[in-house]
């Protein structure tokens, strides 16, 4: 649920930026790829999905005893979420490498949209010149 939100906030930002550009301009701006690098970031850091946390030491007998049956589930559910873990983890690792890929590709087009204005720009100055 983690990832989600973060990715649902990150998608969120760009949209509202991207609305707020007045600018029609085909180039991605370099605020969108620090944010889409700031999501890769976040992605790597939540890639590992671990099916339990570590219970807290206790000292009151109650809450020891809480303990102890927490424990015991957990072990008597671990053949059910371990399985659920793993998936999801293998899952986030391939998202993160698909953001990796998405991030590459769209530096290498944004690069060819620059040059490409570049070209387009310098062959109008030529024809303007004639």
Do not use: H
Request: hydrophobic share 35%.
């Amino acid at each position: 649920m983690i990832e989600e939100e973060i990715l649902f906030e990150a998608t969120k930002d760009i949209s509202t930026k991207k609305q707020k550009e007045t600018n029609k301009d085909r180039k991605i701006s370099n605020e969108n790829f620090d944010i889409l690098n700031d999501i890769i970031l976040r992605c790597k850091k939540l890639e590992k999905n671990e099916a339990f946390r570590q219970l807290p030491p206790e000292t009151n007998i109650i809450k020891k005893l809480k303990k102890f049956i927490k424990r015991a589930q957990r072990k008597s559910l671990k053949w059910y979420i371990e399985p659920i873990c793993e998936q999801q983890s293998k899952y986030n690792e391939l998202v993160r490498e698909g953001l990796d890929i998405l991030f590459d590709v769209t530096t290498i087009l944004n690069n060819k949209i620059e040059d490409i204005e570049q070209r387009l720009i310098s062959l109008e100055k030529r024809i303007n010149s004639k």
